[in-house]
C-alpha cells in the first residue's frame, strides 16, 4: 500500500493497531504486539499515544515483544532500545510494566541461548504475535535478521552487517561506537506471526523495497521471506516505493 506521506501512512497503521487493540478487549483477551525500533515506527507510536490521551485506548491488556536489542547494552544506556521504547511509547501508555518484553543485552554469554530459547517460548506460549510491526534495514534485514540468516531461525545473537552499523553510527558518535552484535528475534519467530506490516520511509529505502518485494526469495534480503507469509503487508510512502 503506497501513501503520499508517511505520516498519512502511520495514521493508518495505528488505526489498525488500536482496532485490535480493542477487538481483543471487548472479547476478553490479551493482545500480543510485536514492536520495532528505528525511526519508521516513531509516527505510529505518537500516534498511539494521542489515542491513548484523547480517546481513552487502553493498553491494560497488551502484551509486547520487541524484535532486537544491540549486544551488550544496558537499559539506562539512551542508545539501547530499552530506552528509546520508553521514550516513544511505554512510558505515555497504561501498559503493564510486567507486559513489556524487549531483548536484555545484560544477559552473559553462558546464559544467552537459553534466554533467547525462552524469549521465542513466551511468545508461543501466548498463541504467537497478533500483529507485528517491522521496519527494514538498508541490508534487507528485519528485526536485526542480517543478509544470510535461515528462514528457520530462531531468536539469537547475530553480528551486525557493516552496513547496518554505517547507519547506526550517527545515534553512536561514530561508528566505532556502535556495538558489533545484537540480540534479534528471528525470521521464524516473525513469520510465525498472524499479521505483519513492514514500513518504509524515503527514497533511501527505495532500493532495498524493490528488492525485498520484487526480488528472488533469499536469506541474501532476508526480508524477502517475507513474500510467502499470507498476511503481510508493506506500507511505504511514495519515495520508497518510487523503484517498484
Ligand atoms: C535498525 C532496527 C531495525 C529497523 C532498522 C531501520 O536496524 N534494528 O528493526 O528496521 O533499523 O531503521 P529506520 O527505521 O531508522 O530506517
Not at 58 to 78: A, C, G, H, Q
Not at 102 to 112: A, E, F, M, Q, S
Amino acid at each position: 500500500v503506497i501513501f503520499k506521506s508517511a505520516i498519512e501512512a502511520s495514521q493508518n497503521v495505528a488505526q489498525e493497531i488500536a482496532q485490535l487493540i480493542r477487538y481483543k478487549q471487548s472479547s476478553n483477551e490479551l493482545c500480543v504486539l510485536g514492536l520495532a525500533t528505528g525511526s519508521s515506527p516513531i509516527k505510529v507510536y505518537e500516534e498511539l499515544v494521542r489515542m491513548h490521551k484523547e480517546e481513552g485506548l487502553s493498553f491494560s491488556n497488551v502484551i509486547t515483544f520487541n524484535l532486537d536489542e544491540y549486544y551488550p547494552m544496558t537499559k539506562e544506556n539512551r542508545q539501547s532500545y530499552h530506552y528509546f521504547m520508553h521514550e516513544h511509547l511505554f512510558n505515555h501508555i497504561d501498559i503493564k510494566p510486567e507486559n513489556i518484553n524487549i531483548p536484555d543485552g545484560t544477559v552473559t554469554l553462558d546464559k544467552l541461548n537459553q534466554y533467547c530459547l525462552d524469549y521465542d517460548k513466551k511468545i508461543m506460549q501466548l498463541g504467537g504475535i497478533d500483529f507485528q510491526l517491522l521496519g527494514i534495514g538498508r541490508t534487507g534485514h528485519v528485526g536485526f535478521n542480517e543478509p544470510g540468516s535461515h528462514i528457520n531461525s530462531g531468536t539469537r545473537i547475530i553480528t551486525l552487517d557493516h552496513i547496518t552499523r554505517i547507519d547506526a553510527s550517527s545515534g553512536f558518535n561514530g561508528i566505532a561506537n556502535v556495538p558489533k552484535r545484537a540480540i534479534t528475534m528471528g525470521v521464524s519467530t516473525i513469520l510465525r506471526s498472524k499479521r505483519i506490516v513492514l514500513l518504509a520511509w524515503g527514497q533511501n529505502k527505495a532500493d532495498i523495497v524493490k528488492r525485498t518485494i520484487q526480488g528472488d526469495i533469499s536469506a541474501d534480503v532476508p526480508a524477502t521471506f517475507l513474500q510467502n507469509h499470507s498476511n503481510t503487508t508493506f506500507v511505504l510512502d511514495q519515495f520508497a516505493a518510487s523503484e517498484l
